[in-house]
């Protein structure tokens, strides 16, 4: 099976996976230039692998939520390519890719809940529970299981004494227990092809490329005019 | 390369999503999808509802578009994207999708100055049946913008003259609009309403017009062929103030003339004056504004009077469009130019001068 994957709810990344090996991957190290380096990480992955788009068995594309601008950069780029190439395409909840890396890495112990959680930016997090399933082989376990998310809100409102896997662990330590090994993690492509195959293969269903903003668009409806000057 | 380039442009740089395609001069589909509905009960452009409406219609307009022309992706040959300026996050949605194309498909990418490809637009549909004339100039008035530019020549030498330094046209319309409870778009409100009134009942202002800013024609003032809209939209809220604390019923359609008329005689005097003293004899109106009705009308008879021949391309190809991109995409194809690569930026303010950005990586 091979995927192209693309998260960019926080940094830009790409991943291009043959079953569960890594075959390329790029990670970009801000969150705020995604439309100038998505394009050019996807189309040197495919080169350096020999990989034309219509070898790909699918796109996977990580649909957040994170913040909007970034997120829709990698949605848009993600089903362009699915248009061209006639690929089928798939969305990802962004966090599943942190719960996947987590429990892989024997960062949360089998079985357990744990909390996954990002930065929202306005000092808030977007965060979801899970449970860890019963081994580290995502191929017998399959995927953590979401138990509770995606929301947004304040550190202080999470599940009290919960293991935090994820950036909102370093951002805010006095609200929540961080996993150390996880507590500058940001969503990464790899983590959510690998959570894209194991839902695959566990016969799981998985997103549409629908975003998970979360968060209206602040925009307000102007109220009656009071006074004209106003 | 066939000797007319069949070129996809693609825009988003405000609330439409546009995608056009043409065969050099030769206009083959102008496929565009609005997020204006879901902007009127905000009463102007939230952009953050703009880009969310981009990520939608993309991939839909661009089926759409490849399907009313009857060309396929593989024919195409070369992509054309609005780079700025604009909404930065609008921006960002094009730029992206267009990147991705360009990747998928293997074709060069051109990242274009949205204002210039306002003026490009002129080469479709049979507006100048000559081509582009000598010694031409744009008057473009919109929501989002509003200039006059001296075009040399579209590819290489576009000048930006004057600009406003506030509030946009078309902003100026919504804003007012706003406050006589006309509804948005302010523009065709204000116009239907403004029919009726008096366009000398009030004496609202023409802002940037004194002689400090103005200058002479040999030592030009600081904005002299400048406009500001700001000022007006709070002179209207201070007429409306006035009748109401009088107790008076609000003469709305006088309010609305006077407005439209303060508006478009300070567009079209400044826009002659730069044109005047810029050799300009040909000079293309363009933006959502220019269906204006009395905008067009006062450029018309100005213009004449000056000896200049104005032109106002169908209204289609005036508001923002994925063919206007297409076309001037197509003219920098047949200008030489080298494409942009897709590692360039958005550039939500991209100045007239910078045409089509460059290739970062061969410069
Ligand atoms: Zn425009």
Same mark, same amino acid.
């Given at each position: 099976m091979l995927l192209l994957a693309l998260d960019t709810s926080a940094a830009a990344t790409v991943a291009l996976l043959a079953d569960d090996t890594v075959v390329g991957r790029f990670s970009s190290g801000d969150t705020r230039s995604h439309a100038e380096v998505l394009a050019p990480a996807i189309r040197q992955i495919l080169a350096d692998a020999g990989v034309t788009g219509a070898d790909l068995d699918a796109i996977v594309a990580g649909v957040g939520p994170g913040p909007f601008t970034g997120l829709r950069a990698g949605l848009v780029t993600a089903r362009t390519l699915s248009f061209v190439w006639d690929v089928p395409l798939h969305g990802v909840m962004s966090l599943d890719a942190l719960a996947l890396a987590a429990v892989a890495a024997g960062a949360v112990d089998a079985g357990s809940t744990f909390l996954v959680g990002t930065d929202a930016r306005r000092g808030e997090v977007y965060w979801a529970s899970y449970r860890a399933g019963g081994s580290q082989d995502m191929d017998v376990a399959g995927p953590p299981e979401l138990l509770d998310g995606p929301h947004v809100g304040a550190a202080g409102t999470l599940p009290p004494g919960v293991p935090l896997v994820g950036r909102a662990a370093s951002l805010y330590p006095s609200d929540v227990v961080g996993v150390p090994a996880f507590a500058a993690a940001d969503p990464d492509a790899v983590s959510l092809g690998r959570a894209a195959r194991s839902r695959i293969l566990s016969d799981l269903p998985l997103l549409d490329t629908t975003p998970l903003y979360l968060r209206e668009s602040d925009a307000r409806v102007p109220g009656p005019r009071k006074r004209a000057t106003a | 390369m066939s000797a007319q380039p069949l070129v996809l442009g693609i825009e988003s740089s405000c609330d439409e999503t546009g995608v056009g395609i043409v065969r050099g001069t030769e206009l083959l589909t102008n496929t565009v999808s609005s997020s204006m509905d879901e902007h009127v009960r905000f009463g102007g452009v939230i952009p953050e509802i703009a880009s969310r409406a981009h990520l939608e219609a993309f991939v839909p307009t661009l089926r759409a578009a490849l399907d009313d022309a009857g060309v396929t992706l593989g024919e195409i040959d070369a992509i054309a994207v609005t780079a700025g300026p604009g909404l930065s996050g609008a921006l960002m949605v094009g730029v992206s999708a267009a990147k991705a194309l360009a990747v998928a498909t293997g074709k060069p990418l051109y990242a274009i100055n949205h204002l210039v490809a306002h003026v490009g637009v002129?080469? @479709?549909?049979? =507006?100048f049946p000559e081509g582009l004339p000598p010694n031409l100039g744009a008057l473009l008035v919109s929501g989002g913008h509003t200039e006059i530019l001296r075009v040399g020549d579209l590819a290489h030498d576009v000048e930006l003259l004057g600009s406003t330094i506030d509030d946009a046209a078309g902003e100026a319309y919504d804003k007012t609009a706003r406050i006589l409870g006309l509804g948005y778009p302010g523009g065709p409100a204000i116009d239907r309403v403004a029919r009726d009134g008096d366009p000398r009942a009030i004496r609202y202002p023409r802002g940037l017009s004194q002689p400090k800013y103005m200058g002479t024609a040999g030592e030009p003032g600081p904005h002299r062929y400048d406009w500001s809209f700001s000022g007006l939209k709070t002179a209207v809220a201070r007429s409306v103030e006035q009748h109401e604390a009088a107790g008076l019923e609000l003469p709305v359609a006088d309010i609305a003339a006077s407005f439209q008329e303060a508006v478009v005689d300070v567009i079209t005097s400044k826009a002659v004056l730069a044109c005047r003293e810029h050799g300009i004899t040909n000079l293309l109106l363009g933006g959502g504004v220019a269906a204006n009705r009395r905008l067009r009308e006062l450029a018309a008879e100005r213009c004449g009077a000056a000896g200049i021949t104005l032109t106002v391309p169908a209204p289609s190809l005036c508001t923002d469009n994925g063919a206007m991109v297409a076309a001037l995409g197509a003219q920098i194809v047949l200008g030489g130019r080298r494409p942009s690569g897709i590692t360039f930026g958005t550039d939500? +303010? @991209?100045?007239? =001068? +910078?045409?089509a950005l460059p290739d970062r990586n061969h410069q």
């Open positions: - | 002129g080469v @479709l549909g049979g =507006t939500p +303010s @991209l100045p007239v =001068t +910078s045409i």
